[in-house]
């Protein structure tokens, strides 16, 4: 089954709208990644991955190609890379479009 099922026991997905809910709020919640102008014409990058998460690589399309995104903690800090086709908003800044080392507090 590659959708949220919509029952227990004996189940079934009719693959509703809602059950790409879980995979939507990896991305824009854990992830942070979302629309920041009209048409995603920039990103915002503002992850909020909880305490117990140690590193993620997210990958979601874009008109433009695609936002990845993989950081990991080091100490007090995570650090990664950012991909995108657009300009970027990030804890740590604005970055134009392509691949660039991030850092940011944890």
Do not use: K, N, Y
């Not at 102008?37 to 695609?66: D, E, K, T, W, Y």
Request: charged share 15%.
């Amino acid at each position: 089954m590659t959708t949220t099922p919509e029952t227990p026991e004996p189940t079934r997905s009719d693959c509703h709208p809602w059950g790409a809910h879980p995979l939507f709020h990896l991305a824009a919640t854990v992830a942070g990644i979302r629309p920041a102008a009209f048409g995603f014409a920039r990103v915002a990058v503002c992850p909020a991955p909880g305490f117990g998460l140690q590193s993620m690589a997210v990958r979601i399309p874009h008109p433009l190609g695609q936002v990845a995104l993989e950081i990991e903690r080091r100490g007090v800090c995570w650090q990664g890379e950012l991909a995108t086709p657009v300009s970027a908003t990030t804890p740590a800044g604005d970055v134009p479009a392509g691949t660039h080392t991030v850092e940011w507090p944890a």
